[in-house]
């Protein structure tokens, strides 16, 4: 498993992953964790269901404001993603707990 390290005095820090694996998200969760000056956290990527579960389990730092940003699937665990089966999400982890807002759908495919 990689890792992603904390440097002194890290404040602020954006990602930008292909797709959100699980490992991807316990990182992020034990970041946010182990970096104590740390008070932003953007990502952008694909969020896959167990990406989404871990977040929803997870607490953070109530100082430390978690920001996901991306597509999620809707169509299920058999899906093809064949048809349009992609909605834009953002997730929040902050004090508040965990909440998912369901943003517009795409205009663009990429
Ligand atoms: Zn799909």
């Not at 959100?20 to 990182?27: D, G, M, N, V």
């Not at 299920?76 to 982890?93: A, Y």
Request: charged share 20%; aromatic share 8%.
């Amino acid at each position: 498993m990689f890792y992603i390290s904390c440097l002194s005095g890290l404040k602020k820090m954006e990602l930008r992953v292909h797709s959100l694996t699980e490992s991807w998200a316990i990182q992020i969760v034990s970041l946010s964790k182990n970096c104590p000056s740390l008070t932003e956290l953007r990502i952008h990527g694909w969020i896959p269901e167990e990406a989404i579960r871990v977040f929803q389990k997870s607490q953070i730092r109530p100082d430390c404001a978690l920001t996901i940003e991306g597509y999620r699937c809707k169509g299920g665990k058999q899906c093809s993603h064949m048809n349009d089966c992609r909605e834009t999400v953002k997730i929040h982890l902050n004090a508040g707990g965990f909440s998912m807002e369901i943003l517009r759908p795409p205009l663009f495919g990429n």
